[in-house]
């Protein structure tokens, strides 16, 4: 690796981190750069997937005030997340790339279709239920999601926080950026368990962890400093922009 070489990969370090903060798909950066470069696939997805973490940490302590009131949301939502995180990172370990790569467009595609609808639908829910309470209980439908996005996330992770502020946005009512801080811990929990299992077993390049995680702690901070102060609008805007990014160069790989 050239100095050229680690200084591009720190630089989409710190892209990567900002993106996955305010929005998710980070990996959308850093995976094709890594490829770009000449790394195996299974060596730039699990390096990458190691050294976003500590970017993953950052926003998510960014987003602390946001995450007020939230502990047992978040803590009922961890348990499937990490889950799903271990269940993708060994599905990525023993299944042909091809056969997960066919559904993950069509995931990102129901993603940003979520996030468009997302108050829409809410509003229709709200409507029909005759208590006229928020929908605040973290339910078997949510527990579900949050699994699948696991398992998303641990396999490759681009556009996971995509679908999972679609998720939360239909199935709890709260405010945009607090659903936002909940997806950057789960995201990072995701993250975690599925670096850790890629330590132990996988092909990691732990020069290239190094860069993107320095990196990424960077866009980390100034993703939250962005991100948290965006209105709900502009925010989902923002989402669908990406979302509708990473499909297209899903497609495209």
Do not use: C
Request: charged content about 10%; aromatic content about 6%; proline content about 6%.
């Amino acid at each position: 690796m050239t100095i050229g070489d680690a200084a591009i990969i720190a630089v989409a370090g710190v892209w990567a981190g900002m993106i996955n903060t305010v929005v998710g798909s980070g990996t959308l950066v850093t995976f094709p750069v890594l490829l770009a470069l000449g790394f195996p696939p299974l060596t730039a997805n699990v390096s990458n997937g190691l050294g976003l973490v500590p970017g993953s940490v950052t926003g998510a302590i960014g987003y602390r005030r946001e995450l007020r009131g939230l502990r047992g949301r978040v803590l009922r939502l961890a348990v499937p997340t990490a889950l799903g995180g271990l269940v993708g990172a060994l599905l990525l370990l023993v299944l042909p790339s091809a056969a997960f790569d066919k559904v993950v467009p069509v995931l990102v595609a129901l993603a940003v279709v979520l996030v468009v609808i997302g108050p829409w639908v809410s509003r229709k829910v709200a409507a029909r239920d005759p208590s006229g309470e928020p929908r605040t209980r973290v339910g078997p439908g949510l527990l579900g999601a949050t699994f699948g996005t696991g398992v998303y996330g641990g396999y490759f992770g681009a556009a996971q926080g995509v679908l999972l502020m679609g998720f939360l946005g239909i199935l709890i009512d709260d405010d945009l950026q607090r659903h936002n801080a909940v997806k950057n811990v789960l995201a990072a929990l995701a993250n975690l368990v599925s670096g850790i299992v890629f330590a132990f077993v996988a092909p990691v390049s732990w020069p290239v962890v190094g860069l993107v995680a320095g990196g990424s702690i960077v866009g980390g901070v100034i993703g939250a400093l962005i991100g948290r102060r965006l209105p709900p609008l502009v925010l989902r805007g923002i989402i669908v922009v990406v979302g509708v990014a990473a499909f297209v160069q899903l497609l495209l790989r």
